[in-house]
């Protein structure tokens, strides 16, 4: 779906938010001049949001990679505005290793080797190696890495605070351990 009304719905009731002066750029993103929010319609995207001038975070971005030896994969998970910019902001988060694509569950298996944030900080382990909450440095980053001889492949859940819905990874698969 389009950016905008849905036309399947009436769209009788509208609600007008003033942004900032067109052109004007927040975080790297080209803010509109105004946004229209038609409460009986249904819209795909609500732009880039702010609260007091600090633009909101809303995305995770994975990147995934080997490390070069020992059967380990890094995953690098990025928080992001809706213009897919980084946020330069602490933000707390949970993580769970997950045998499903929709990141339902923990996964049933257990990585042989450490699962660890070389990254931003570690907070707890909800389950030794499977669950872990932690915190982003400064910069919204959060770099961890799993070390499993099986090259397990696992799907990468995260529930960030403040993102209004989780992300799961792609799938990972063996080229991405080294």
């Known amino acids: 779906m389009a950016t905008g009304q849905d036309v399947s719905y009436s769209g009788q009731a509208q609600i007008y938010r003033k942004q900032q002066p067109a052109g004007t750029s927040i975080n790297g993103n080209t803010v509109v001049e105004e946004e229209v929010f038609d409460s009986s319609a249904l819209r795909s995207d609500f732009g880039l949001e702010a609260l007091n001038g600090q633009v909101l975070p809303r995305k995770i ?74 915190r982003t440095d400064a910069t919204g980053l959060l770099v961890f890495t ?20 989780p992300y799961v990874s792609r799938q990972l698969v063996a080229g991405d351990y080294s």
């Open 146 to 165: 799993i070390t499993d001889a099986a090259k397990t492949g696992f799907y990468i859940f995260v529930k960030c605070d403040g993102v209004p819905v």
């Open 61 to 134: 971005a994975f990147t995934i990679a080997p490390t070069g030896g020992g059967n380990i994969t890094q995953i690098s998970i990025q928080v992001q505005d809706n213009g897919a910019q980084s946020i330069g902001l602490v933000h707390d988060m949970d993580i769970v290793l997950s045998d499903a694509a929709t990141g339902a569950g923990q996964t049933g298996t257990t990585a042989s080797g450490a699962v660890s944030i070389t990254t931003g900080d570690q907070l707890t382990a909800y389950v030794a190696k499977k669950a872990l909450r932690g």
